[in-house]
């Protein structure tokens, strides 16, 4: 049985019994660190580099305000989430730094994070759009009267709200929450 689980994994009967050896598993954490500090970097350049053209375009009409209110409140967050998610798995690949052991409350507890950081996505992304297409209406020349708007919806409005001020003035917060995803196994080995 333990031959066929194997075969189906595609590795040997050790590996299937005892799991990676820490060599592989090192790489693996290496390879993880490197993918993450890269994100990080895009994020960052993705927030520096079109910062110019988007401050001509709402200078010039209005227009485009959303978009980057709503990728500053996408992008801040997410910048500080991966610094604490890498930094903590820099700290584990040196060894001073260890996940907390796989529990029913760990699960839940690293599922309430994505939970939360889904809706956070979630909530900036008709903002998102519509931001978009109002810049995509602007260039083709459509009057700004007739320019698309935000859906408005008094929970939406409410929550979106609420995530806007953490996200603009604390976005440190989710240091914490790239920590903690960490400390719970995320992403899931």
């Known amino acids: 049985m333990l031959v066929r689980i194997a075969q189906v994994l ?13 060599e592989q598993d090192r790489k693996r954490e290496v390879r993880r660190l490197i993918v993450g500090c890269l994100i990080l970097v895009a994020i960052f350049l993705l927030m520096t580099i079109p910062a110019p053209l988007m401050n001509k375009i709402i200078q010039r ?18 910048l500080w989430l991966l610094s604490g998610w890498c930094a903590l798995q820099g700290l584990g690949l040196l060894r001073v730094a260890r ?11 690293r599922r309430g994070v994505l939970l939360f950081l889904v809706v956070n996505g979630v909530l ?15 260039g083709l020349g459509v009057p ?6 935000v859906p408005q919806n008094l929970v939406f409005a409410w929550l979106a709200s ?3 001020m953490l996200n603009v003035l604390y976005p440190q917060v989710y240091t914490v929450l790239g920590v903690a995803l960490w400390l719970f196994r995320f992403p899931k080995r």
Request: overall charge negative; aromatic content about 10%.
């Open 144 to 149: 700004y009267e007739d320019l698309a708007e």
């Open 10 to 22: 595609e590795t040997d009967v050790n590996q299937v019994l005892y799991g990676l050896p820490p």
């Open 162 to 164: 609420r995530l806007l």
């Open 61 to 78: 009409r209005y227009v485009g305000a959303d978009l980057v209110m709503a990728l500053t409140c996408l992008m801040k967050p997410a």
């Open 99 to 109: 996940p907390l052991e796989e529990r029913v409350w760990t699960t839940w507890t």
């Open 124 to 138: 900036f992304l008709p903002v998102l759009v519509v931001g978009l297409v109002q810049v995509i209406q602007d």
